[in-house]
């Protein structure tokens, strides 16, 4: 039963991610689809925040950080290269290729140094650390005056794909979509790899996987690095989707957001995120079209959430966590 | 030097304010094992009704009071009504309800109290400054605000050390199901430990009000400020949290008085300018950093 009813929520699910365009047009409600591509987005930050989260037990409160160093990049090269002033000596471009790759690989270093420090420390301390570091990198992000400061940049366009044609709405919604589907695979692998278990033990008793020889230090910064290029994947897609960014990419709020649709979705279960993010953006969309004081209403909700949530949606639906 | 001493000085007075907030949420920590990202939230609540107060009754003593008293309540109520189901729970969901309450405070409290940030005045008996070195007057709200923060520094360590809640809290931290055991209401003294933090924020809320602005989302800026201060003086412990505090006040108004003319020395004026401002709003970032490197545990953790 609930292995058949698994298939049919995931089947439904993608099914809408796949025909979000399609009702859009059919609807007329050209909204509808920047709903969608929204979701698409921020499912991709949450599943990876779930890499760690769930099935890590690593609470990091400033994944924000890497979503806004990933838009950031995309935002100041296109700004270089837009004003054609060369950044140290690079000419700068506008191909994704090229520039999505060095986003992921800025957010893989900043998670690397990040991760090596916070990981000394654990429990209530890393919730601690991380937030302290992604208000740092935002306190920078605020201080780059000539990319804007706290108004944040414009991108004059999207980057380009061959063959792909990024600005037309549609495409690049699909675009997203396979991102998504594709990261989300990969995590799964990874979820289910020796490497994954390893991560799950220590999640469940620290003391005896380390008994049973495990360094418990490089398998948790490397899933910390991993989570960190997802979401830095997302900050890039929402960069080029919104085709602006601002310091309140990394807003410690943003990080609290990832941080709750995990959970709403369900931990440890990484399409539990997808659906939290679907609930999240579209609750919020209308909520906030229903009053402009929308977070008297959405507070609440977290704090119910997380007081009787246990399991989240994808633990209502298909039994116990994975893992 | 009178630079020097200024800006001591005001080193000083801000970590007197972070005191005042970390003293509570680290004591929340080491008894009740809550992060509770509410704490900002407190001390919002506090500077609003001191603003509040002040402005209809005009007296800076009923504002102290209202302060302490609409935030120490504040805190019980979001003891009872929420965080006393997280005690057991992970962090996670004591993260996630707390910044629930985050969210709903920010916009209960703009529905009350209007968009439009109350302004506070120093009171009459504050204002104006005191010559402490010659060519060095110091404004005497300031002054006042060191000391409120060295009173109250003395007045937890007289209440943790030499009186019995103090004792109990000092148990609770320990043990908290052999005091449950030994017959002590223990829910009371969680309601008890979290009414006092809130009222430090309150009475931090308050003294703040004339000398920063009043604004929704003060509370979350001090509270990250807030949580350095923990981490770098250890989880749990009152004493690090003082060690803390001053460390981050120092490190921060130094920093601001000094980076910026430091790297003008060796670098061009606009490129020191863009990494200079960066730099002093991350000083204290950079300082939690390399004291973990050297202690993971904080200068001065808690026992046990």
Redesign the interface.
């Known amino acids: 039963m609930t292995s058949r009813l698994r298939l049919a929520v995931i089947a439904g699910g993608l099914l809408f991610l796949l025909a979000a365009p399609y009702l859009a047009q059919v609807t007329g409600s050209a909204g509808l689809l920047g709903l969608a591509n929204r979701i698409a987005i921020y499912a991709i930050a949450a599943v990876s925040l779930d890499l760690i989260l769930g099935y890590g037990a690593l609470v990091s409160f400033g994944h924000a950080m890497f979503f806004g160093l990933g838009g950031y990049a995309v935002g100041i090269v296109a700004f270089h290269t837009g004003a054609g002033e060369p950044m140290l000596g690079w000419q700068g471009s506008n191909a994704a290729l090229i520039v999505w790759p060095l986003a992921l690989v800025a957010c893989a270093l900043l998670a690397a140094i990040v991760g090596t420090l916070s990981l000394k420390t654990s429990g209530v301390q890393f919730i601690m650390i991380t937030l302290a570091f992604a208000q740092m990198v935002f306190f920078v992000l605020v201080s780059l005056q000539s990319y804007g400061g706290d108004d944040g940049l414009l991108l004059d366009r999207r980057n380009t794909l061959p063959f792909i044609d990024l600005s037309r709405p549609t495409t690049f919604y699909y675009v997203c979509v396979a991102l998504l589907i594709g990261w989300t695979a990969f995590c799964a692998r990874v979820v289910n790899s020796r490497f994954g278990l390893v991560l799950q033990a220590l999640r469940q008793s620290e003391r005896r996987a380390i008994n049973l020889g495990v360094d418990p230090f490089p398998f948790r910064l490397t899933a910390f690095i991993i989570s960190a290029i997802g979401t830095g994947l997302a900050g890039v897609l929402w960069a080029n989707y919104a085709r602006f960014v601002s310091p309140d990419m990394a807003a410690w709020s943003k990080s609290g957001e990832f941080i709750a649709i995990v959970v709403l979705g369900g931990l440890g279960t990484l399409l539990g995120p997808i659906a939290g993010a679907a609930v999240f953006i579209a609750l919020e969309q209308i909520l906030s079209i229903w009053t402009e004081h929308w977070m008297i209403v959405m507070g609440p909700i977290l704090t119910l959430v997380a007081l009787f949530g246990r399991r989240g949606i994808a633990g209502r639906l298909f039994g116990e966590r994975n893992g | 030097m009178i630079l020097f001493v200024e800006q001591a000085l005001n080193g000083l007075q801000y970590g007197s304010m972070l005191f005042l907030l970390a003293s509570g949420l680290t004591l929340i920590?080491g008894i009740m094992g809550v992060?509770n990202l509410t704490h900002g939230a407190f001390y919002m609540v506090g500077a609003y009704s001191a603003a509040f107060a002040v402005l209809s009754t005009g007296s800076f003593l009923v504002g102290i009071a209202a302060a302490l008293i609409g935030a120490g309540l504040y805190a019980v109520l979001v003891e009872v009504a929420?965080v006393q189901?997280?005690y057991r729970r992970d962090?996670?969901?004591?993260?996630?309800?707390?910044?629930?309450?985050?969210?709903?405070?920010?916009?209960?409290v703009?529905?009350i109290f209007g968009r439009r940030p109350p302004l506070m005045d120093i009171p009459p008996f504050l204002q104006g400054s005191v010559p402490l070195l010659p060519g060095l007057d110091y404004p005497l709200m300031r002054v006042g605000f060191i000391v409120t923060g060295a009173l109250v520094a003395i007045g937890l360590w007289a209440l943790v050390n030499h009186t019995r809640v103090g004792m109990l809290i000092r148990a609770g931290a320990d043990d908290r199901e052999m005091v449950d055991a030994l017959g002590v209401d223990i829910r009371r003294l969680y309601t008890l430990v979290f009414g006092l933090g809130g009222a430090l924020c309150g009475l931090a809320g308050v003294m703040a009000a004339p000398l920063l602005a009043i604004e929704i989302g003060m509370g979350?800026r001090v509270l990250?400020t807030t949580?350095?201060v923990?981490?770098v003086g250890g989880?749990g412990s009152v004493r690090g949290a003082l060690v803390g505090a001053l460390l981050v006040g120092m490190v921060d108004s130094l920093g601001r008085a000094y980076i910026p003319q430091l790297l003008q020395l060796s670098l061009p004026a606009s490129t020191a300018d863009?990494l200079g401002?960066?730099l002093v709003?991350?000083s204290i970032?950079?300082l939690?950093?390399i004291v973990?490197?050297v202690r993971?545990?904080g200068l001065l953790p808690a026992r046990g």
């Open positions: 920590f992060i929420v189901w997280l962090h996670l969901y004591q993260v996630l309800a707390t910044l629930g309450l985050i969210l709903f405070t920010n916009e209960a703009s529905m979350e990250i949580f350095v923990i981490v989880v863009t401002a960066g709003s991350a970032y950079l939690m950093a973990l490197l993971p545990n």
